[in-house]
């Protein structure tokens, strides 16, 4: 097992305290590098550590972080203790007393733990978790990680916390994973329910088609002046009428920011097909990744075809597809139809209805055995080769 020089004080009791901070890391995401924001939750007992990477540091990924480090734990520790951080603390008084957020106040109560503040300037009052991060950062973040996405990384990041759980920290004769299970019979059961971590708001969907989230703009599919709600998660933000989710974006931490979804905006572009070349919501598509190649190829072809007007209105009407056969069947049909050399819109149907839009496997070989005997050589028209031949030299002779 592998030894660790983290002093951890040994007259914490099980399931007494846990310590919770944030810390930056870099990683390159998609050929990309980025600046992290890594939540860490630390065993003050058990010396165990759970680390969730985040976009952004906001109040919905610090709760969200709270309910998976409880998870992982398998239960909740009788005090937490925090520096004072934004999304726990409204306002500093005296000593160590807090004014909480309402919404944190509501998720401990939920929970049923006790919250517990540093005084200002004295970090080392939750030492253990700033030891935890600079350890972790060390072991399982240099060199920068290389990942395709950020769950990939949450995934590496686990992977790392599972193998500090063989580490045996100095002074001490058990394993980190040895001394978490004892300490899961001590701290309090999790929930029965989680916390609704959403932040709701109600905003109007102004005449672009959009509701104001916080500072940024997001399309909704709902009538212009109607009123909608919005619930923001630690990355994604969903937009709701009457019951129904109408739109689910992924979160923009920008200010005035417009997130566009060309979808919403399929039946307006049938009116106004000239619009749809230039528009806002084709760009994001484009820059998402989520207009592939074969798309351009077919709207040239329906242009070359029915005239720049009508072709465009024809290529809205492909994409309203997606909507009864799915975006990854409809792109399927679409490359098909290009590699065919064909740009029409009931080819495109077609390929759908029939199910010839979706890849298809090679079939299993099957071993047929004893009936080998039966295989004959396949036929062959040598014969009425030679037949025609003779036919030829006679016409020839006559």
């Known amino acids: 097992m592998l030894r660790a020089e983290i002093f951890v004080p040994q007259s914490y009791r099980y399931g007494q305290e846990g310590q919770v901070d944030w810390y930056e890391a870099w990683a390159e995401i998609e050929g ?58 409204k306002k500093v008084l005296r000593g160590q007393q807090r004014e909480e957020t309402q919404r944190f106040i509501a998720f401990r109560s939920h929970w049923g733990f006790q919250s517990e503040f540093c005084r200002p300037g004295e970090g080392h009052e939750k030492g253990g978790v700033e030891v935890e991060n600079g350890y972790f950062r060390r072991n399982h973040l240099v060199p920068v990680p290389k990942v395709g996405s950020l769950e990939e990384l949450n995934a590496r990041l686990m992977q790392g916390v599972r193998d500090d759980e063989r580490r045996i920290i100095s002074g001490r004769t058990q394993s980190i994973g040895e001394a978490m299970r004892l300490e899961q019979e001590h701290l309090a059961p999790l929930a ?18 959009c509701g104001k989230v ?21 990355a994604y ?101 290009v590699a065919f050399g064909v740009s029409d819109i009931g080819a495109v149907q077609l390929l759908l209805s029939t199910g010839r839009a ?36 006679a016409e020839t002779m006559q």
């Open 32 to 89: 990309e590098r980025q600046k992290v924001f890594i939540f860490c939750m630390r065993s003050m007992a058990s010396g165990a550590g759970f680390h969730c990477a985040y976009p952004h540091a906001s109040q919905q990924a610090f709760l969200e972080a709270h309910e998976a480090a409880f998870t992982y734990f398998g239960g909740t520790f009788a005090v937490l203790r925090y520096d004072n951080l934004g999304s726990a603390v």
């Open 192 to 209: 029965s329910e989680g916390f609704d971590l959403a932040r709701v708001c109600f905003p109007q969907v102004n005449a672009s088609a």
């Open 214 to 234: 916080l500072t940024n703009f997001y399309s909704v599919p709902a009538a212009v002046g109607s009123v909608v709600q919005a619930k923001v998660y630690a």
């Open 237 to 337: 933000v969903e937009l709701w009428q009457h019951g129904s989710l109408l739109a689910r974006h992924e979160r923009c931490f920008g200010r005035q920011q417009q997130v566009l979804d060309l979808e919403h905006y399929l039946e307006v572009l049938l009116k106004k097909p000239g619009a749809l070349a230039g528009s806002t919501p084709l760009a994001q598509w484009r820059a998402q990744g989520r207009w592939p190649a074969s798309y351009d190829q077919f709207w040239a072809g329906l242009k070359q075809r029915r005239g720049k007007q009508q072709g465009t209105k024809a290529m809205i009407e492909v994409l309203l597809l997606a909507r009864e056969y799915g975006a990854p069947a409809l792109q399927h049909a679409v490359t098909t139809a």
């Open 358 to 393: 979706q890849p298809r496997s090679t079939p299993a070989r099957v071993e047929i055995g004893a009936l080998c005997r039966y295989d004959r050589p396949p036929p062959t028209l040598g014969n009425y080769d030679q037949l025609l031949s003779l036919e030829r030299s």
